[in-house]
């Protein structure tokens, strides 16, 4: 995980800190370090603000021996690395139990790009959500893409959560709205809307999402990206923005050798990542935790 970063990131330390750190080296250091971000899947906003930031750290610093000043360039990193992950922490399950105190359901709709994962994904928080003792119903909204219905119709009876579908064509938003009324009708804490996800520059798509937005009044609208999707899903996650992202979901953490994904989606959406995808079965979705992250990047 993260092996590619990691190994850059090393040689780049071993590199500067054989050198004197003088103030018109930095510029020439930061250039080599935004030059491994973007080799990393980094996006160049990202790479751009990191740069700055450690800059400003390493204003004005002074150190000699070189492992010394290898400890203190990694410090700095890690340090700008983390506040560009850190973002205003968000619970999921305060915000269902906040719901279920009222006899409300809360409103969960996904978003993303066929491929992401994102009818898997929305399994494993159903498992989880379950676990955890939520009642938790699937609508079926992506009414677009064949055989995405039966796909989560699978996912939903290995869980055990029912599935609120129409036929192929149907309106997905009436999909949405028929789930909800089924949530609040049986008292059902949690309602997951799978949505379709054709390419995120397809107007009509994303005319369909806003409609949806509008008729499920989603509590919390989560864009669901794969780590394995470079740049690609930086522009997803820009896209699918204008919407309104609240959180992320960020799938194949675990194939994930760059690491860049990440550090792109926290900061062009300036939304929290609530989970990552680290493997195939549905107990593979971990809390995010930004230290976590970083510890990974940088052991």
Known sequence: ?????????????????????????????????????????????????????????????????????????KAALRESVLAVLQSEPMDLYTVIDEHRARGAPTILMFFGFNGTGKTTTIAKLAYILRKKKYSCVIAAADTFRAGS?????????????????????????????????????????????DTAGRAETNKNLMDEMRKMVRVAAPDLKIFVGDALGGNAVVEQAEKFNDIGIDCSILTKVDADAR???????????????????????????LPFDPNWMVERLFE
């Open 1 to 73: 995980m993260f092996g590619s970063f990691k190994s850059k990131v090393s040689s780049f330390l071993d590199t500067v800190s054989q050198k004197t750190i003088s103030a018109q080296d930095i510029d020439d250091i930061l250039w080599d370090f935004q030059l491994v971000l973007l080799e990393n899947d980094v996006s160049v906003k990202v790479a751009e603000k990191l740069g700055t930031d450690l800059k400003e750290r390493l204003a004005g610093t002074q150190v000699s021996l070189a492992e010394k000043k290898k400890s203190v360039l």
């Open 149 to 193: 219905i039966e796909q989560l119709e699978r996912h939903a009876d290995a869980v055990g959560v029912k599935v609120i579908k129409q036929g192929y064509g149907s309106d997905p938003a009436a999909v949405a709205y028929d789930a909800i009324q089924h949530a609040k009708a049986r008292a059902v804490d949690v309602v997951l809307i």
């Open 259 to 285: 690491g860049g994904a990440a550090l792109s989606i926290a900061y062009v959406t300036r939304r929290p990542i609530l989970f990552v995808g680290v493997g195939q079965s549905y107990d593979d979705l």
